[in-house]
């Protein structure tokens, strides 16, 4: 790890946004992990265990998973990634969702010494979301995301990074996919008047092409970041 203090980005929009898809992108620019609160679950659900059971109870629902749990499966990823490694922070993605786990992140960051260095809020329109949405594909090995539509894969079925499985999530029914939207708009947005009011938020347009969003983003996050590495 870095002598000084870990930096991290805290990515911020409704379901659809692009924030998995922009996280896969930015992260390596900047030397951050991405850590996506979803994918550490669906990594857990491939395997059988009682946490494993538990997790998806929530899950397919479109409920959020209990607050200290996640909170608990997000740190111990931190933790285990960071060691030994040259990053210069995390890209968390999916955390926190609610006012309870927004305490908890400045709590953990404060007592790690660590630092938050930007809310990115990527906000698209829900009729686009739910179009993005119910074609969404992610590859069953590296969690990789595709649109049959919009952002298709060579092969079809097939990820273009490692040849994995495309699959349609267990939570992407037009039910869960409704419900997921209700809690980020109670619960999840209101979060941004908090770092409003720290100077933290940065708003970037996610209704545009993939490569102009990453852009908008990485001219975003570059003057609290430094310049990228890639
Ligand atoms: P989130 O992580 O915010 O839920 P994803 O990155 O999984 O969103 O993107 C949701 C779906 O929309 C995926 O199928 C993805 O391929 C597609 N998508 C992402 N960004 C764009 C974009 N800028 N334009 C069109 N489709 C997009
Ligand atoms: P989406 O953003 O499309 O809901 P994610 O992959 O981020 O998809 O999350 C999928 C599911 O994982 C959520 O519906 C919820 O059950 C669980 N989850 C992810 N992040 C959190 C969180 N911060 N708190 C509680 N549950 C979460």
């Not at 998973?65 to 999916?94: K, N, Q, W, Y």
């Not at 969404?136 to 273009?160: I, K, M, W």
């Amino acid at each position: 790890m870095r002598g000084t203090s870990m930096r991290h980005v805290v990515f911020i929009g409704p379901q659809g946004a692009g924030k998995g898809t922009q996280a896969a992108r930015v992260a390596p620019m900047f030397d951050l992990l991405h850590l996506a609160t979803g994918d550490l679950f669906r990594a857990l659900m491939a395997g059988e265990s009682d946490l494993a059971a538990e997790v998806r109870t929530y899950y397919d629902r479109g409920d959020l998973v209990p607050d200290e749990l996640t909170a608990r499966v997000l740190f111990a990823a931190l933790d285990e990634r960071a060691a030994g490694s040259d990053v210069r922070g995390a890209l968390i993605d999916g955390f926190p969702r609610n006012a309870a786990q927004a305490r908890v992140l400045d709590e953990q960051i404060s007592a790690r010494g660590e630092v938050l260095a930007a809310v990115v809020h990527i906000d698209v329109a829900r009729d686009v979301l739910m179009r993005r949405l119910t074609g969404r594909l992610v590859c069953r090995a590296c969690g990789a995301t595709y649109h049959r539509e919009f952002n298709p894969p060579q092969v079809s079925g097939v990820c273009d990074l490692d040849g994995g499985e495309l699959y349609v999530r267990s939570d992407d029914t037009e039910e869960a996919v409704a419900r997921r939207l209700d809690i980020y708009f109670s619960e999840t947005e209101p979060l941004l008047e908090r770092w409003r009011a720290r100077g933290l938020v940065r708003d970037v347009d996610g209704d545009q092409p993939i490569d102009a969003v990453t852009a908008a983003i990485a001219a975003a996050i570059e003057p609290v970041l430094g310049p990228a590495g890639r």
